[in-house]
T-cell receptor
Framework: AQSVTQPDIHITVSEGASLELRCNYSYGATPYLFWYVQSPGQGLQLLLKYFSGDTLVQGIKGFEAEFKRSQSSFNLRKPSVHWSDAAEYFC??????????FGTGTRLTIIP | EAQVTQNPRYLITVTGKKLTVTCSQNMNHEYMSWYRQDPGLGLRQIYYSMNVEVTDKGDVPEGYKVSRKEKRNFPLILESPSPNQTSLYFCASMGRVTYEQYFGPGTRLTVT
């Protein structure tokens, strides 16, 4: 069955440390790939997306993600996190049918 | 400003009392969608609409209805709400050029 997996429910990192959030998908072909962020009490905001081409994509707020076809992964990274990055992060895929499927999310906590 | 609006933002109601959550977008998007967000389950699609008068079921449509009489509006109708529909609901619209979904601020519904 087609699915999106975010294996980490909750991650805690220190302010200034690097961050990597994992996302794996299971689809027959390479889907469109997205990362969204949800700050507390807010809606979802698009961080970045991958359709094709360069497998390293840059997004807003200093985030980047790398698509690895061989691993069916689209991991989100940031070299140095800020306290304002504390939020919930969702990976999502769209396999070409305009239907977006979300992972279950990773909650990020930042400690001073 | 491009935006998706939802009303109401918060709603407490009783079992069986019909309610409607409105959704409106000002971006002339053809595609609109409703999601519910529950802890540990991420966002799950309830219904979506590819255009005016065209709607289809998502992953969790039971107990919900939608209509799309105008391009900008996509209301979600709960004809007989039950406690298991207590959730956070998001409306979204998408442009077919960028495939970026824009989310509303959410409606927190409690059914007692």
């Amino acid at each position: 069955a087609q699915s999106v997996t975010q294996p980490d429910i909750h991650i805690t990192v220190s302010e200034g440390a690097s961050l990597e959030l994992r996302c794996n998908y299971s689809y027959g072909a390479t889907p469109y790939l997205f990362w969204y962020v949800q700050s507390p009490g807010q809606g979802l905001q698009l961080l970045l997306k991958y359709f094709s081409g360069d497998t390293l994509v840059q997004g807003i707020k200093g985030f980047e993600a790398e698509f690895k076809r061989s691993q069916s992964s689209f991991n989100l990274r940031k070299p140095s996190v800020h306290w304002s990055d504390a939020a919930e992060y969702f990976c999502a895929v769209e396999p070409g049918n305009e239907k977006l499927t979300f992972g279950t999310g990773t909650r990020l906590t930042i400690i001073p | 400003e491009a935006q998706v609006t939802q009303n109401p933002r918060y709603l407490i109601t009783v079992t069986g009392k019909k309610l409607t959550v409105t959704c409106s977008q000002n971006m002339n998007h053809e595609y609109m969608s409703w999601y519910r967000q529950d802890p540990g389950l991420g966002l799950r699609q309830i219904y979506y609409s590819m255009n005016v008068e065209v709607t289809d079921k998502g992953d969790v449509p039971e107990g919900y209805k939608v209509s799309r009489k105008e391009k900008r509006n996509f209301p979600l109708i709960l004809e007989s709400p039950s406690p298991n529909q207590t959730s956070l609901y998001f409306c979204a619209s998408m442009g077919r050029v960028t495939y970026e979904q824009y989310f509303g601020p959410g409606t927190r519904l409690t059914v007692t």
